[in-house]
């Protein structure tokens, strides 16, 4: 059933995990999504990734099971799920050649740098707190 798809599909993309891992591991923050797309092109995903306005979008060209998955997703939600793991946030399917588009595309978000705010600021008045004041 249902939990034997979802099961096949995590042991798919396991097998394929470690190289991808390796790529993205050994590779600088701002180039893992590039370091992803090549792993992946290795896999015969013809994969690419270009910047967006607030992220990055990974496109695969190709997909070597899409011909399975227009019947079971559940091998795109294991991919999907897997590049969120990898790259530690949150990524989101916008397409997918299974459902019939052109391309897979996955957009990753730009993480944001952690920043700490001051300990103290007393500069902050109740009528201006939470607004831009820009």
Do not use: M, W
Not at 74 to 88: I, K, N, P, V
Request: charged letters at 20%; aromatic letters at 6%.
């Amino acid at each position: 059933g249902e939990e034997a798809v979802i099961a096949f599909a995590r042991a798919r993309i396991a097998e394929q995990a470690g190289a991808y891992r390796e790529a993205v591991e050994s590779a600088a923050p701002e180039e893992r999504t590039e370091a992803l797309a090549k792993a992946l092109s290795a896999d015969g995903y013809a994969a690419t990734a270009r910047s967006a306005p607030v992220g990055e979008q990974l496109c695969q060209h190709h997909c070597p099971v899409a011909h399975v998955a227009e019947q079971f997703p559940q091998l795109c939600e294991a991919e999907t799920e897997f590049f969120s793991q990898l790259l530690g946030t949150h990524v989101q399917r916008l397409a997918t050649i299974a459902h019939g588009d052109g391309v897979c595309t996955t957009f990753i978000p730009k993480i944001a740098p952690k920043t700490t705010a001051p300990k103290n600021d007393t500069n902050a008045s109740a009528s201006t707190a939470g607004r831009n004041p820009a």
